[in-house]
């Protein structure tokens, strides 16, 4: 089938690579310009496992190509695909500049019967918006054209982008077309082999799906931090308690991990957007608002526990482990660790930081500073510094020589962001212990 994906971030780009990988024609079109000329000549603008082999083998073959001419990309789809992005707009609501310029675009270029699918989060009834800036344009071009306006809600995770979208747990698409929801059975099916993943319901529906589930998934995490601050003023060990909770098939062991917040693109954002989608429907979200609340609270704990240890940090060097919101990730988009950062560097401490995939984007955020050094590796960040902390749960911190941060750490302190270590054995090699919960370490 002949694909269009307008934007060529996280989303456009891996299902667009995807879809050429089970064979299907992709054309993905960008603004960027710089972005496009990179991905024709091989340089992948995100990091995510397994992308990178996928797109040159998919491009090298002559299903995937990459543009800037919307109009000729527009030719080109019997499907087009939205995948632009949707960011937080002053009020918490989801901007939605780039969906509708996009939309606009379609109007102004579109020469036959296409079906628009809307794959960007989006508030409920964005699709109407869709379908009325195509038709607007149509009607400047005094043209009549079928076309519909499908949700289809992306559910990949970053950091396992590719294995997600080739293998879906569910295909959500929200059409009142029969034709449409059938073209899209078409486009899908190579994804839907061994079980039915394909849950069609209406538009509105669909809209809110993706926003229920990851309010549910934000739910979960704010929850946990919010049992974790309980269990680290009463003595209590989180750890124990999520094991204890986790082995209940009705909670089960997902996404109950403390730590140091969520970040990254979609959680924070879309937690405030169905908020503020909830007030303007005359619903109070009082569990949204919640749910936000704990978690801004929650990403500034690490330097509340640094602050419990030394009093004051001014002046000292923290070796930060992690920049990146999470794991398997460049993508620094509300990340836990900017928060910290920003906290340390108004206590007039310096940071020596390190993260596997993140540095360049850390280099693009922050540009030359004196209290930050971006460094090489794990074992660069710990030169003369007197902390370590981690903050994001890379699988490379995971097993660290404790006798050896005990000797080059010149304070002999972890602050571990995400529980990753077992606090007798830091404290056994010498060196005292903050974790996320750990009433131990009160
Ligand atoms: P992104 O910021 O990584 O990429 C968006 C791309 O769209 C950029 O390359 C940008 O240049 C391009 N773009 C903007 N305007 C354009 C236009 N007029 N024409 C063509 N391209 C244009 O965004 P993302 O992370 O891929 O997210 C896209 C959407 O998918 C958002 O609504 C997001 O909430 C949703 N989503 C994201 C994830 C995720 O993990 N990142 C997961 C599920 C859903």
Known sequence: MRVTIFGTGYVGLVTGTCLAEVGHDVVCVDIDTAKVEGLNNGVIPIYEPGLEPMVKANHAAGRLHFTTDAASAIEHGDVVFIAVGTPPDEDGSADLKYVLAVARTIGQHL??????VNKSTVPVGTADKVRAAIAGELQNRR???????VSNPEFLKEGDAVNDCMRPDRIVIGTDSPAALEKLKRLYAPFNRNHERIVSMDVR????????????L????????EIANIAEQVGADIEAVRQGIGSDPRIGWHFIYPGAGYGGSCFPKDVQALAWTAQQSGCNPRLLDAVEAVNAAQKGHLFELMTRHY??????????WGLAFKPNTDDMRAASSRTLLAQLWEAGARVQAYDPEATHEAQRIFGE?????????????????????VVTEWKQFRS???????????????????????????ENAGLAYYGIGRGRSV
Do not use: H, W
Not at 205 to 216: D, I, P
Not at 218 to 225: G, L, P
Not at 311 to 320: C, E, F, I, L, Q
């Open 400 to 426: 660290p020589d404790f006798g050896k941060l005990a000797a080059t750490l010149a304070d002999k302190v972890v602050f571990d962001g995400r529980n990753l270590y077992e606090p007798a054995e830091v």
């Open 369 to 389: 500073r004196d209290d930050l050094t971006l460094c090489g590796s794990a074992g660069e960040a710990l030169r003369g510094a007197d902390a370590l902390v």
């Open 311 to 320: 009093g004051d940090v001014r002046g000292k060097t923290v070796a930060v």
């Open 205 to 216: 529906s669909a809209e809110l799906t993706k926003y229920a589930a990851n309010a549910m």
């Open 111 to 116: 020469q036959r019967a296409a079906v628009v």
């Open 143 to 149: 043209t009549t054209l079928v076309f519909d306006v």
């Open 218 to 225: 934000a739910t979960k995490i704010s929850f946990m931090n």
